[in-house]
């Protein structure tokens, strides 16, 4: 699976993004799909993460109630819709994909397969 990231740019506080991952490869509809993001010198974190039927999904705390994951296996995308962006947020954003060890643990990096190239959102205050 070779996974595109798209979509970051620069927002105001308050603003919205939404990042697309694009995937190749027919067994991409199988994966959990994570995304993750890393800002300058921080470890990179976790975000948040659907599963193959797009009938769960999980965030971190800090983007509860902003952050939207979802998928469209037809298309072979997924999408991370922020929302109320803070300038916390600021950092590139990773998408990934994972096999059953990331559905039952998906905020561990390690679990994942595949990984995008990252993509760079800027949060201005």
């Known amino acids: 699976v070779q996974l595109q990231a798209s979509g970051g740019g620069l927002v105001q506080a308050g603003g919205s993004l939404r990042l697309s991952c694009a995937a190749s490869?027919?067994?991409?509809?199988?994966?959990?799909m994570g995304w993750f993001r890393q800002a300058p010198g921080k470890e990179r974190e976790f975000v948040g993460a659907i599963n193959w039927s797009n009938t769960n999904t999980d965030y971190t705390d800090s983007v509860k109630g902003r952050f939207t994951v979802s998928r469209d296996n037809a298309k072979n995308t997924v999408h991370l819709q922020m929302n109320y962006l803070k300038p916390e947020d600021t950092a590139v954003y990773y998408c990934?994909?994972?096999?059953?060890?990331?559905?039952?643990?998906?905020?561990?990096?390690?679990?994942?397969?595949?990984w995008g190239q990252g993509t760079l959102v800027t949060v201005s205050s």
């Open positions: 990934a994909a994972g096999g059953p060890t990331a559905y039952r643990l998906p905020f561990i990096p390690e679990k994942y397969v595949y």
């Open positions: 490869g027919r067994t991409y509809s199988t994966y959990v």
